[in-house]
């Protein structure tokens, strides 16, 4: 039998610390008929804990290549009952969208869920994912689905060292 490792209100620990993040994103990934060209960029991140540790806020400020500065904040609450968690990002581009993904984390990796719409209407199928985790660094992927969660094109990765 297969010891599985489920998560707890410890999985996001690592990022209590500051890290810089090195960032790779592809413009125009929203719209899956038009070419993007892939950016990259450095970002800083800090994070505190609340609430006896069930929920964690992470702060995000990063400058993209066209100098647009982004601030941002995740959000995530643990659901102890269900071994889950709600992410919740925020950004100074679009705050008022508290629509949540949700997932967990198993054996190290936090995958993470979401159905949003396209500006056209259209479902958009959003996953993250979290892996190689260590002390000092760790991976987050975003990705979207256009077909129902079928075939994933990842659009975003961050890669996090501790300062």
Do not use: C
């Amino acid at each position: 039998m297969e010891n599985i490792i489920r998560s707890s209100i410890h999985d996001f620990d690592f990022m209590l610390k500051p890290m810089i993040n090195r960032n790779r994103r592809r413009t125009n990934a929203i719209f899956p008929d038009k070419e993007g060209v892939w950016e990259e960029f450095e970002a800083s991140h800090t994070g505190d804990k609340y609430l006896d540790g069930r929920v964690i806020v992470d702060h995000f400020e990063g400058t993209y290549p066209d100098g647009e500065v982004r601030k941002g904040m995740t959000i995530r609450a643990f659901d102890e009952e269900a071994q889950q968690w709600s992410l919740v990002w925020l950004d100074n581009r679009n705050p008022h969208d508290f629509r949540p993904l949700i997932g967990k984390f198993e054996n190290g990796i936090g995958v993470f869920n979401q159905v949003i719409e396209t500006p056209d209407g259209k479902p958009l199928h959003v996953r993250f994912v979290w892996d190689e985790i260590t002390e000092n660094t760790a991976r987050w992927q975003q990705a979207f689905s256009f077909d129902g969660g079928n075939s994933w094109d990842t659009n975003w990765i961050m890669e996090f060292t501790r300062r």
